[in-house]
Structure formats: structure tokens, C-alpha cells
């Protein structure tokens, strides 16, 4: 959970004026023109939902999004501090396709990236196709007025009964120069937000290609170990219990220990201590382990002791 508390003058001001254009385009029916089709596309969207059940909404746990655009901003928080917060993924991976030509139809590969420590509100910097920002809602407003000002200008001065040209070009190179330092300044943001961009991805990327896959082989590999370990510590520490009971024991241990609720695959733990012969079931139905020195006796040397026997060897 990334959370931060400032004051973001400058981003709720972009908000209230876009909220502003917002309602004004709506209240006009400008944004039916242009934006006809995708508001359709969104009522369908809102009439049929996507719905989608994880362990943790069941759970109820939940993690809530408090960001600029969905606050009620008015002009007495508008100098005050605020704090945003964001959930953040400890870890993402991306895969994707490039966008290839028809020709090179036939190279288009599979890439994988490994990232840590990525905000929802960030997402999007790890994709390949990032969409660059545009200008802001203050950076439009400096625009419209600049061009009002101008016009008002130069039809006032139109209108006298003589005409300088000098002043009127006085005045359109001044609103001219202004726009391009407008612009300028947009296109300094710009290159600031890619650079950004790079410094973000270098510092968050973990790694990429077979390097990934590697990692997530492991991570399983270690989550089923530490599955067969805790069931054998439950069955050691606890006595007998059926499949129903040990998984619920598992649960409570984790819970206990970590604070935190998982659904414990059972299942798997006990077919693979069944593998290893070092659990058996009476007929009740009832599961109960060998001592820890016959286990280590029935599983044998691991990768890991004859690795750690060979640096020995090697020491000498």
C-alpha cells in the first residue's frame, strides 16, 4: 500500500477544471458528438458487468483506492493537505506480444517481465505500449485564454478608425510567443515523465525472459515444499487428524503465526507426503506421520546436503 499526504494544488486544480469542461460538454451535448460511441459502449458495459470472485473479496478483505479524480473538491480542501493511497502489487509479471508486420509474422515471440513493487495507479508503465500524457486541463484553459484575449485584441483594434499594424502584430507575436512557451514547457514535462519512466523501470524490473519463467518455477516448487512441511508439522506436533481436520489446522497455524487467511491445499500436501512414505491412514480415515528421524531416513540426501558436502570437499 503506497500512501502519500501533500497538498496537489496543482492536481486538483487539473481535476476541477476538467470536471468543469465535463459537465459543460455535457450540459451542451458536445460530447455526444465526439464522444457518442464510447459512451454507448460503457452503458452496455455498465448494463452487462464483469464479475469477479477472489479468495479475498470472500474473505472480506479489501484494499480501497482514494485518488484526486473520485474526491468531492471544493474551495475550502483546495489548501489543504490530503492523503492518497494506492494498492500496490509486491509482484507483477507482464507477457506480450510486439507488434509485428505481416511479413515478420512468423518471428513474433513471447516476452516475459518480472517486476516488484508496482502501484495500481502505475500499471502502465509496465507495458510496452505506454501512451505518452497530453496537456492538461490548465495547459487548455492558458491556450483558450491567450487565443480570447488575442481575438478580443485584435478586433478591438480592428474596429478603430485607424488601424496600426504594428500594434496588431505587436500583439499577436506577444500571444504567439506565449503559447509556444506554453508548449515548450509541455514538451520539458514530456521528456521529464519519459525519463521517469526509465529510472522506474530500471529500478523495478527484476528480470526478463527465461530468468522469469526460472523464478516462478521456483516460487511453486517452494510453495508446495512449505505446504508438505507444515502438514507433517501439524501431523507431528498434533496427533492424528483427518484430511477435513488437518486442512483447518493448517489454516488456523498460518493464521496464527502470519495474521493472514489462505485456502490451504490439502490435497496436494497429503498425495505428496503419501509419495514420500512417511504418512499413513488407519481405517477411520485418520492420518498420523513417522518420527522426524525415520522421515529424514525415508526421504534420503537432499539436492541441497550433497551441494553443501561437495563446497565442503571443495574448501579442503
Known amino acids: 500500500m503506497d500512501k502519500m499526504t501533500a497538498y496537489f494544488i496543482n492536481a486538483k486544480v487539473d481535476t476541477i477544471i476538467a470536471r468543469f469542461f ?24 455498465q448494463e452487462n458487468p464483469i464479475q469477479i470472485n477472489t479468495d479475498a473479496e470472500q474473505d472480506g478483505l479489501s484494499v480501497e483506492r482514494i485518488h484526486i479524480e473520485n ?56 507495458l510496452p505500449e505506454k501512451k505518452n500524457p497530453g496537456l492538461t486541463p490548465t495547459d487548455w484553459v492558458k491556450f483558450l485564454v491567450t487565443a480570447l484575449i488575442g481575438l478580443v485584441t485584435v478586433i478591438g483594434s480592428l474596429s478603430m478608425p485607424k488601424i496600426d499594424i504594428w500594434v496588431i502584430f505587436a500583439i499577436l507575436s506577444t500571444l504567439g510567443g506565449y503559447c509556444v512557451k506554453t508548449y515548450l514547457s509541455f ?45 507433517y508439522f501439524i501431523l507431528m506436533e498434533q ?17 496464527e503465526k502470519f495474521s493472514d487467511s489462505c485456502n490451504f491445499d490439502i490435497d496436494d500436501a497429503v498425495q ?36 553443501k558436502a561437495k563446497q565442503g570437499g571443495w574448501n579442503i
Open 239 to 255: 496427533g492424528k487428524a483427518t484430511k477435513q481436520d488437518l486442512d483447518l489446522r493448517c489454516e488456523e497455524l498460518i493464521k
Open 22 to 45: 465535463g459537465f459543460l460538454f455535457r450540459w451542451t451535448g458536445i460530447s455526444r458528438c465526439f464522444y457518442g460511441k464510447s459512451s454507448a459502449q460503457g452503458k452496455k458495459e
Open 71 to 126: 474526491m468531492k473538491l471544493s474551495i475550502s480542501n483546495l489548501m489543504k493537505k490530503i492523503t492518497i493511497q494506492e494498492p500496490t502489487f509486491d509482484r507483477m509479471i507482464v507477457v506480450y506480444r510486439r507488434r509485428v508486420s505481416k511479413k515478420e509474422k512468423l518471428k513474433r515471440g513471447i516476452y516475459v517481465r518480472h517486476f516488484k513493487n508496482i502501484p495500481m495507479a502505475d500499471m502502465e508503465i509496465v
Open 272 to 307: 505428496k507426503l503419501k509419495k514420500l512414505g512417511i504418512i499413513s491412514q488407519d481405517d477411520v480415515g485418520r492420518y498420523s506421520c513417522v518420527s522426524l528421524e525415520h522421515a529424514n531416513e525415508t526421504i534420503g540426501t537432499t539436492t541441497e546436503e550433497i551441494v
Open 187 to 231: 514538451q520539458k514535462n514530456l521528456n521529464d515523465y519519459q525519463n521517469l519512466i526509465m529510472r522506474s523501470m530500471y529500478d523495478k524490473q527484476l528480470d526478463s525472459g527465461r530468468g522469469t519463467l526460472l523464478h516462478m518455477c521456483d516460487d511453486v516448487i517452494q510453495q508446495e515444499i512449505k505446504e508438505v512441511i507444515i502438514s
